[in-house]
């Protein structure tokens, strides 16, 4: 797969993009590129329009980032784009947590002195999963 740099303005917005987000979900984003970097593209089709990616590349520009990582898929026919575009954003609502596998490697990462907002869970969570049964 290649991966290019872009200038973060380059990759255009796809108009009907169905998923939307609050800010509160471009501060959580923009924090985890923050610490831990870009670690994953933003993909676009051969037009340069967004198919992966709206959320993280929002962040970016949050953080006055100034180039993004891109790869053009450009083996994907206009159907297989649109259809990609969806199954993304819809395919990660099929998982759940193990709430007891959660909880441990919560409360391990917090006796790391590690910063717990980092992970993407609200006080409110950390506190319900660090809570004593």
Same mark, same amino acid.
């Given at each position: 797969?290649?991966?290019?740099?872009?200038?973060?303005?380059?990759?255009?917005?796809?108009?009907?993009? %169905?998923?939307?987000?609050?800010?509160?979900?471009?501060?959580?984003? %923009?924090?985890?590129?923050?610490?831990?970097?870009?670690?994953?593209?933003?993909?676009?089709?051969?037009?340069?329009?967004?198919?992966?990616?709206? +959320?993280?590349?929002?962040?970016?520009?949050?953080?006055? +980032?100034?180039?993004?990582?891109?790869?053009?898929?450009?083996?994907?026919?206009?159907?297989?784009?649109?259809?990609?575009?969806?199954?993304?954003?819809?395919?990660?609502?099929?998982?759940?947590?193990?709430?007891?596998? +959660?909880?441990?490697?919560?409360?391990?990462?917090?006796?790391?002195?590690?910063?717990?907002?980092?992970?993407?869970?609200?006080?409110?969570?950390?506190?319900?999963?660090?809570?004593?049964?």
């Amino acid at each position: 797969m290649l991966v290019e740099t872009w200038p973060i303005d380059r990759p255009k917005d796809y108009s009907k993009n %169905a998923r939307k987000w609050s800010a509160r979900a471009v501060e959580k984003v %923009a924090a985890s590129i923050r610490e831990y970097g870009w670690r994953q593209p933003v993909v676009v089709d051969a037009s340069g329009v967004l198919v992966i990616g709206h +959320l993280r590349r929002s962040a970016g520009k949050f953080l006055g +980032l100034t180039e993004v990582p891109v790869h053009v898929a450009h083996d994907l026919t206009p159907a297989q784009i649109r259809g990609l575009r969806l199954a993304d954003n819809r395919t990660n609502q099929e998982a759940e947590w193990d709430e007891t596998l +959660l909880a441990l490697e919560i409360a391990e990462l917090g006796g790391l002195d590690f910063d717990l907002s980092l992970t993407g869970f609200d006080v409110h969570e950390l506190d319900s999963l660090l809570r004593d049964p």
